[in-house]
Nanobody
């Protein structure tokens, strides 16, 4: 089962940018669909963006046009470029790897957007 480690979170002001990274190990990274999810305090975890093994992407409506998911199979890493950050983007962001019944999560990285 693949192991995932997120990095890149932090505290930023509204309108600024961050790039999250998720490094994978222990599996055939290129075969996995990779996703970013987030969970704000007292809210359910929600999908932010996914990228298939073939590079097809899908985004939550709330982040379309601002966030970009990408993957580098040579580096076993998936990225989430977040631009024009809003207060509502504050959450713990989790990386996910999915291949059939195999489903792995990272430990999460905190993103805090201040006014």
């Amino acid at each position: 089962q693949v192991q995932l480690v997120e990095s890149g979170g932090g505290l930023v002001q509204a309108g600024e940018s961050l790039r999250l990274s998720c490094a994978a190990s222990g599996g055939r990274f290129s075969a996995y669909a990779m996703g970013w999810y987030r969970q704000a305090p007292e809210k359910r975890r929600e999908l932010v963006a996914v990228i298939s093994s073939g590079g097809r992407t899908n985004y939550a409506d709330s982040v379309k046009g601002r966030f970009t998911i990408s993957r580098d199979n040579a580096k076993n890493t998936v990225y989430l470029q977040m631009n024009s950050l809003k207060l509502d983007d504050t959450a713990v962001y989790y990386c996910n790897a999915n291949l059939g019944l195999a489903n792995s999560w990272g430990q999460g990285t905190q993103v805090t957007v201040s006014s």
